[in-house]
């Protein structure tokens, strides 16, 4: 059985195909854009997720449903299920795409969150705001990604204004943390409960849209405990594929901020740095396949995402062990384009590589956060 | 630029897709065949490529053109070349398909072949054994891969029925050469006349058909004798794009067999052991972008090529570091149906992997050829 149906056409879905083609896995996409990018190398069905006559056509054609996309209605993924092997579950995609459920699975194992407080009307904001104190992040409990759904909360002022952005309905309200890092763990459930993490990786945002990775990114003694909470949430849901947790590293304790139920924007270094990449591994994972090694392939890889706007491609291949993503897709504002990824063999390969890339690129700027963590870590005395 | 139509949709085809995709290149696939296996990662058209209406239809729809079958008509590839950019060049092709010019060739740009003798008659052949000497080997110019299109001549008594089973028409007789190793120069030429070359391959024959491939595999003083052999080749040919220069090594000397005018079999080997495989490079020439870096990503890298059957994917899977290339296709015998490719940091690592593998997938006799070698080099004095 190598039949892989995709609900979603991006990226992920795209990746997801390339890396899957080698190993024999057949992929049918469905998504109800025309131009979703993943349809350039696999089939496309052209539906809504909710057109149930669409799935179920989709469904006969291939072995196993799988997603590029959380935000499936649960419903269309429950309706599958009940027809062929579908991973995540159902029930995994529906608590992870709900703020609140996600955070109290968190608080049940006791994996360490920011203090939040749930809220469906205006007196629960205020009551929130008392309890999670300020400021604060308020953001909508499904349906949110790449910053949109959220807004700030500096002072009892914005209370009304940040109801009146996304209220009323289903909201939940995140004390906001002052972290020191934002660090991710990308792992991997089989469908026998194997499971594998590649090393943490550390992220950086810009305009609430993922900038830039580096991994590996070692918390020391922390490394552990992100990885632990990655298996328990994993173990608690009874995940199957490759999935992302996102912590926040606070005054030297771990903060977890979500979990993706898919592969993830900062977990794309893998393809070229790790021996297994994160798409190849939630294919086998979906497949019921053995889990390949998720160790590094090289010293460290930087992921430098494309938002926006693509930079010259001839530039960028120029440069030595860059390796070019371009997901095919219309250049529009906060769109994500495409990425590269960096391979080196030192930290001071990895910021000399950066810096000539960020330069010829005229991407200097972006590229900053991420060499200056360098220039700490080369620089610090352990 | 980026829209690349490949001529020929087997696993070639199938894999510059897959490593093609990245660079934001899309492809479209024109083979005769319905299930053409590169038509599962690409959009294919079916059409004789001697239609030259369809190859019309097909050149509109794309900005430059390339192959996965050296062996296309000459014709159609020069009719494409008067409507839009064709690499590498009808000119090339035309040499490489015919075995007498492409050794010509060589024998014009200094490089040793074994004897040979161009045989278009009985009279010619008898001639021409004379010349030669036996044993030797009675090939068609044209049309020949994988051992087709060729007989063995051990004595006089040969002859006839060589002649019958291959003439009349133009054929070639070629001294049998006593090799101590068959080693392969994969190496791409950008549109700029830039050159590179992947480290030396030794290869393996089983059948006629290549049976596995270790890189690198070095010759010490000759590596730069066939690296130059190469580069003379791709410069006379004005060559854009990937090639094979397939050598025999024979008491110390390095004598041509022929010319690849694609990416080979023998270069599979590159997708996870070098930097920028033989199937990105390819692409990234034909669409005149820089070429990327053929060192070496692990310390070597070995190729199982998987013939008439696949192997049992789980098993291998569950291996180190293995890699898998299930083309889907068919199992028919003879067939090439797809590959793995080992990564190792050592020679007494890879050893070790390949027994496993080997004994995992029942194919130890396979194996046998590539290990003796690993081990000889292992144990010889530099």
Redesign the interface.
Known sequence: MSRVGILGGGQLA?MM??AG????A?FRILDSAADACAG???PLTRADFTDLEALGRFAEGVDVVTFDFENVPAESAHWLSKRLPVFPSPHALAVSQDRLAEKNTFVELGIGTPLFAAVSSRAELDAAADAVGLPAVLKTRRLGYDGKGQARLHSRDDLDGAWQALGPGELILESFVPFDAEVSVIAVRSREGQFRAWPLTRNWHADGILSLSLAPWSLGALDAQALAAARRVAERLDYVGTFALELFVCQGRLLANEMAPRVHNSGHWSIEGA?CSQFENHV?AVLG??L??TGM??HSAAMLNWVGQ?PD??SA??A??V????Y?KEARPLRKL?HATV?AASDAEMIERLCGLGQRLDRAAQCAPLIEALRARLNSPS
Chains 1, 2 share one sequence.
Do not use: I, K
């Open positions: 795209r195909a390339l083609a080698p190993l024999g057949r350039e190398v696999a021996v086998r396949l053995p390949g090694d392939r090289c693509m491609r001839a291949l120029r030595s062990d390796h070019w993503h371009d095919g495409g391979c």
